[in-house]
T-cell receptor, first 113, second 113 residues
Framework: KAGVTQTPRYLIKTRGQQVTLSCSPI?????VSWYQQTPGQGLQFLFE???????NKGNFPGRFSGRQFSNSRSEMNVSTLELGDSALYLC????????????FGPGTRLTVL | QQQVKQSPQSLIVQKGGIPIINCAYE??????FPWYQQFPGKGPALLIA?????SEKKEGRFTISFNKSAKQFSLHIMDSQPGDSATYFC????????????FGEGTQLTVNP
């Protein structure tokens, strides 16, 4: 099976812009979670989607949003980018609510200038 | 109460040594404790995980020791190899929170030849 894929792998934006990141889970996996990884804050949970519904949300401002499509692919959007949004954004998939193992993608490296 | 504290921040051992990484948590509702390994440019990959009903779990050269009363758990890497050089993260989650993983700060392990 192919692993979790994320596109694009690298992205450079300027303050105030918005960005959309994409994640394709492992085939058959219906749950997708997003994490932000920074040197200062480490790995932090953003949100989880299952069956196109947001099931859980971390402590991030409303500028961070996401959605999931009927084929389980997910996108996350960050509006009005700030310098502090520069990070590695990781997507993880699992089979569903009963599956404990999360499989991470390689991430999208976002740089905000 | 949601935090997971990890130590040390960095660790250097010689090939064949047994690095030990420690984690402590506060929230007694956590019921799943995985360890992830991350190489530069890659997403975290699950190494081994444990639930609080067992005190030790071994998979290959990796062992988790779990002390429920002390709310601590640790990762031991037997016969460490230079290829084990990576960043290691402990994490915790609870069944009611779905996939939401709370990560430790990470330990950068270097195994010298």
């Amino acid at each position: 099976k192919a692993g979790v894929t994320q596109t694009p792998r690298y992205l450079i934006k300027t303050r105030g812009q918005q960005v959309t990141l994409s994640c394709s889970p492992i085939s058959g996996h219906r749950s997708v979670s997003w994490y932000q990884q920074t040197p200062g804050q480490g790995l932090q949970f953003l949100f989880e989607y299952f069956s196109e519904t947001q099931r859980n949300k971390g402590n991030f401002p409303g500028r961070f949003s996401g959605r999931q499509f009927s084929n389980s692919r997910s996108e996350m959007n960050v509006s009005t980018l700030e310098l502090g949004d520069s990070a590695l954004y990781l997507c993880a998939s699992r089979s569903g609510p009963g599956g404990t193992t999360q499989y991470f993608g390689p991430g999208t490296r976002l740089t905000v200038l | 109460q949601q935090q997971v504290k990890q130590s040390p921040q960095s660790l250097i051992v010689q090939k064949g040594g047994i690095p030990i990484i420690n984690c402590a948590y506060e929230n007694t509702a956590f019921d799943y404790f995985p360890w992830y390994q991350q190489f530069p440019g890659k997403g975290p990959a699950l190494l081994i995980a444990i639930r609080p009903d067992v005190s030790e779990k071994k998979e290959g050269r990796f062992t988790i020791s779990f002390n429920k009363s002390a709310k601590q758990f640790s990762l031991h890497i037997m016969d460490s190899q230079p290829g084990d050089s990576a960043t290691y993260f402990c994490a915790a989650s609870m069944g009611t929170s779905g996939s939401r993983l709370t990560f430790g700060e990470g330990t950068q392990l270097t195994v010298n030849p």
